[in-house]
């Protein structure tokens, strides 16, 4: 394993509430590469007590860090998408957070599943142990595995890396050649199944399909805009579409 320094803070929007002690910030990425293209990405921070877990994380600037301070205490980091997690190993240094991986997910840079890790997390967890009570983990069996994590309050809360999108249009933390890139290849849309996931990981349809057997009113997605109320009927149409595609590239 050979750590790497930490990525730099990137522009990011408020940390706003949209549940009850669940909270949502806007940041951007940067793909790795020659050419700058900059996408949105979300983090998600639920609230236990004085405990802040964060979902999908995104590092903060400083004055985004002092918001989130004013919080509660950062307790804990979960990593759901399995293109994700760059930023863990920033709030394990400066918080002493406990790191949460699913499965086998490597932490390297760009997406050469063979490169050598930069870091490791704390727990490698299956979903039998979590650290939110009523939370559950679903798995997506892609390459590499992905997860959601759906938290039993407020008729359910799914909380999803890059399977799940809610990109209706773009936003503020995308720049000109992210839009053009992101509209072209299909990823603005409201309610998607994430369209660069699907390619590059493959996952088995009946993963995907199994969300519809999830008990979920609200989505918070890794990218794109929360979707509250009815959310698991307004992704039923994507998610079937997806499967039945998957299954016909699988017979073919």
């Not at 660069?196 to 997605?221: I, S, T, Y």
Request: proline letters at 8%; aromatic letters at 8%; hydrophobic letters at 40%.
């Amino acid at each position: 394993m050979k750590p790497r320094p930490h990525p730099a803070a990137q522009p990011h929007g408020p940390i706003a509430e949209v549940l009850p002690d669940v909270f949502f910030v806007t940041g951007s990425f940067r793909f790795p590469g020659f050419l700058p293209v900059v996408i949105s990405r979300n983090m998600t921070i639920v609230r236990e007590g004085e405990r802040l877990v964060l979902i999908n994380s995104v590092r903060l600037s400083d004055a985004g860090l002092a918001e989130l301070d004013r919080l509660g205490h950062v307790t804990d980091v979960i990593r759901l998408a399995g293109n994700h997690g760059s930023d863990d190993p920033f709030y394990k240094e400066r918080y002493g957070a406990k790191v949460w991986a699913l499965g086998e997910q490597p932490y390297i840079a760009g997406f050469d599943l063979e490169a050598t890790p930069y870091f490791e997390p704390d727990h490698r967890t299956d979903g039998k142990h979590l650290p939110l009570a009523g939370a559950r983990l679903l798995t997506i069996n892609s390459t590499p595995e992905e997860g959601l994590l759906l938290l039993d309050r407020e008729r359910g809360i799914l909380i999803a890396g890059d399977a799940l999108q809610n990109w209706a249009t773009t936003d503020a933390h995308f720049n000109g050649l992210g839009r053009f890139v992101s509209k072209r290849f299909g990823f603005i849309k409201p309610q998607n199944i994430g369209p660069g996931w699907l390619r590059q990981c493959k996952p088995p349809a009946g993963d995907l399909r199994a969300l519809l057997d999830l008990p979920f009113e609200h989505v918070l997605p890794a990218h794109g805009t929360p979707v509250k109320g009815n959310a698991r009927e307004l992704y039923r149409s994507a998610i079937e579409s997806a499967a039945t595609r998957l299954e016909r590239a699988t017979k073919s």
